[in-house]
């Protein structure tokens, strides 16, 4: 049975995506617990991150920095924090969030009643920022 991620990787469900290759794709959550929030997640179903091939693993963690840096560039983070706590969704994802402080790293704040036109405007922003690499 295919993951609520997976669905959204193959278009059956939407998604707000800023970087896609052949190994994963980048998309933002839709509750962000800030602006820019953005999930990389493997093409491949794997429900823990220590289970994903070695390959993969290092992959996710260079597109994760991509998208970092692009962060940095479109909302003027001081940091980013990269988290895999997978609990949501049995499929392998990272947390990419642009940070000013440790107490910007909260999942009660999460707020799934984001605009879609805000989200658009985020993506774009992200997009924009990452240039070719969004292009995979």
């Known amino acids: 049975m ?3 991620f997976t ?5 059956e469900l939407p998604g707000r995506f800023v970087y896609r290759d052949e190994v994963c794709v980048a ?3 839709i509750a962000p617990i800030c602006t820019g929030h953005t999930l990389v997640v493997p093409r491949l ?12 693993a290092g992959h996710l963690a260079i597109v994760a920095r991509k998208i970092g840096a692009a962060q940095v560039a479109a909302f003027g983070a001081s940091r980013v ?3 895999i706590a997978g609990l949501e969704v049995p ?3 990272l947390h990419v969030l642009p940070i000013t402080s ?5 999942f009660k704040k999460a707020d799934a ?13 992200l997009r924009s920022a990452l240039g070719a690499d969004a292009s995979h």
Request: charged share 30%; glycine share 2%.
């Open 91 to 93: 499929h392998t994802h």
């Open 7 to 11: 669905k959204i990787i193959d278009g």
């Open 27 to 29: 998309f933002l959550t």
């Open 81 to 83: 924090s990269l988290i």
């Open 102 to 106: 440790e107490s910007d790293i909260d």
């Open 2 to 4: 295919s993951t609520l």
């Open 45 to 56: 179903e794997i429900d823990h991150w220590i289970d994903l091939p070695d390959e993969v």
């Open 113 to 125: 009643s984001v605009s879609a036109e805000t989200l658009d405007a985020v993506a774009d922003a």
